[in-house]
């Protein structure tokens, strides 16, 4: 059995699904530890773990009797739980002592959040705002957000879905970088001594800065609208705009907008295009404002749009920042 599938066999226990089969191997487990005495705790600690352990029983002993602990003894239960507990974690501490948070907070009136799992997790903080942190991620917020704004502190992957507050701005700190925003929805990406920060956004506008440069009044800063994001390069302490690599319609779906064309000038298709992914496009050739599509370009993505409009006018697409230059490759329209 490998050490991932015995802390899910753990859990199972825990939460009082396990088979008499399984039982039986936590319990055999639970003997030979108490035997060997593995599993040493000073008292503080070991204090600080029971009271999990109670608030883990508590939970795991709610609903129908099926769904109980099926030990004999409750007290039992509770003494494996413990010694379980302390393993798992005892091993979690390790490992943090072991690989340091880039951002700290201080403890005291926080709250810390690690996603030691492989799927995401959804947390919805007091404000309502939802942020699904992906595996190996770490979230740190007070328990209560004060009065100027709303701060977080992340490691690792995050789509956040921001209430909107303008009263109250919402502030993410990433490493040496900073994210504000009022109410959005946009992803950031830091890993642990990777040399890159992302942040995509999804909705609305959000501000991107360095968290050295927020006392300066003229502070290098950069605005991201949907469909943009900016790398931040650890290394150079450069803010690098660009378009993320599939940009999505942001029009509301209760409002779509035809993509259907009928010899329509090529200026009045880009347009339109602009509408839905609210990306700046520009005509780089006098020679294509006279071109006309005939094109149904429903259901296709971005750049795959772009790249039938180019070859059907002898044109070529360039992404440059945030912004799409189109321009002639040959003598105009075909």
């Known amino acids: 059995m490998s050490q991932y599938d015995f802390d899910e066999l753990l859990q199972k226990y825990l939460a009082g699904t396990c088979d008499p089969v399984e039982e039986k191997l936590i319990l055999d487990w639970y003997q030979t530890m108490i035997t060997q005495n593995a599993v040493p705790v000073d008292a503080r600690e070991k204090e600080a773990i029971r009271q999990r352990v109670w608030q883990k029983l508590a939970g795991s002993t709610v609903g129908p009797p099926k769904h109980r602990l099926r030990t004999a003894s409750y007290a039992f239960a509770a003494g494996v739980a413990l010694l379980l507990l302390v393993v798992l974690w005892r091993k979690d501490d390790l490992t943090d002592r072991k690989a340091p948070l880039a951002t700290r907070v201080p403890a005291e009136g926080s709250i810390e959040i690690r996603n030691s799992s492989r799927s995401p997790q959804v947390i919805t903080l007091e404000d309502g705002t939802v942020i699904t942190l992906k595996p190996a991620g770490t979230l740190s917020y007070p328990s209560h957000f004060g009065q100027q704004n709303r701060t977080v502190y992340l490691k690792g992957d995050a789509f956040f879905r921001v209430k909107k507050d303008p009263a109250k ?37 959000v501000s991107v800065y360095r968290a050295a440069d927020r006392a300066i009044r003229n502070r290098q800063e950069v605005i991201l609208k949907p469909n ?72 296709l993505t971005l750049f795959s749009q772009l790249e039938l409009i180019c070859k059907s006018m002898d044109a070529a697409y360039e992404v440059r920042g945030t912004s799409i230059f189109i321009k002639s490759q040959g003598n105009g329209c075909p």
């Open 169 to 205: 701005p919402f502030i993410v700190h990433t490493g040496d970088l900073i994210t504000e925003v009022l109410g959005t929805s946009f992803t950031i990406k830091s890993h642990e001594g990777a040399k890159d920060i992302e942040v995509s956004v999804l909705t609305g506008r």
């Open 228 to 299: 943009e994001q900016i790398t931040y390069t650890t290394h150079s302490n450069q803010l690098i705009p660009r378009l993320v690599e599939q940009p999505v319609e942001v029009t509301p779906r209760s409002q779509p907008i035809s993509l259907v064309f009928d010899a329509t000038p090529l200026p009045d298709v880009l347009a339109r295009l602009q509408m839905v992914y609210g990306i700046d496009i520009f005509l780089e050739s006098d020679a294509l404002n006279t071109c006309m599509l005939n094109a149904d370009l429903s259901d």
